[in-house]
């Protein structure tokens, strides 16, 4: 599978939702004066930069060296970082994690690393997609890959758990599990569509030449249009978030 590609600046300009719907997962963090946090998938820092203002030392992660370079800008700690090899011990009183879980593949590797970061009774806390998320526009590039040979093959580049499914990962890694839910977020998408598939659909496209990449946002867009957009709403993606606390055993 073709790595997924970031530009903090794009990301920022058109994605600005991600970090902008962080509230609940951010209350269920409840950052405390002097802890030391991990923020797994930190991005461009807007929320490890609030997570600091609010007394904390917070250190950030990240694949991609764009969103990296953008979180040191902001003055947060960051490093490059692949959330699969984690080296950190016993470090930290909590690892927080928004919208960049179900970009990871190999949760198992994921969840041990989280583990083995925390301090004894430290908490993980997430927000990730789940069971459900974006299942039209998921459903509509696969459709539109089978309908155009010449693409190669549809590669999914995300992992959306059910509730079960990650109690159980969380649990087998040696996890109290305080709290996790599914719940349906209709999210709109105020750069449009377009935006949206041209940024998190990077990995899906990145193989095919520019004229097969129209031919394929235009053709998802058709399918999903009568589910995705209204005149009065515009584009309102079909979302869907897994939520959770989970403490160190």
Not at 2 to 15: D, I, P
Not at 69 to 86: E, F, I, P, S, Y
Request: glycine share 8%; with cysteine.
């Amino acid at each position: 599978m073709k790595t997924q590609q970031w530009s903090a600046s794009k990301y920022t300009r058109h994605a600005h939702f991600v970090s902008a719907m962080a509230t609940e997962v951010l209350s269920l963090l409840d950052p405390q004066q002097g802890e030391e946090v991990l923020d797994l998938g930190c991005g461009e820092g807007e929320l490890g930069t609030y997570i600091q203002g609010q007394g904390c030392t917070v250190v950030g992660i990240d694949a991609s060296s764009s969103m990296v370079a953008a979180a040191k800008a902001r003055g947060l700690t960051a490093l490059q970082v692949d959330g699969h090899n984690m080296a950190f011990e016993n470090q930290f009183d909590a690892v927080f994690s928004n919208a960049a879980l179900h970009w990871l593949l190999q949760p198992e590797s994921v969840i041990a690393g989280v583990r083995r970061a925390l301090k004894t009774k430290g908490r993980f806390v997430a927000e990730m997609g789940g069971a459900g998320n974006i299942a039209a526009l998921l459903s509509a590039m696969m459709d539109v890959f089978k309908a155009n040979p010449d693409f190669g093959g549809f590669q999914n580049p995300w992992y959306f758990p059910s509730v079960e499914e990650y109690q159980s990962l969380l649990e087998k890694a040696g996890f109290h599990v305080e709290s996790i839910e599914l719940a349906s977020r209709p999210t709109p998408l105020t750069s449009g569509l377009d935006k949206w598939l041209e940024i998190f659909a990077d990995s899906i496209v990145s193989h095919l030449s520019d004229d097969q990449k129209r031919c394929f946002f235009n053709a998802v867009k058709i399918k999903v249009k009568p589910a995705l957009y209204s005149e009065q709403e515009g584009w309102v993606a079909d979302y869907v978030r897994l939520r959770f606390k989970a403490i160190k055993l």
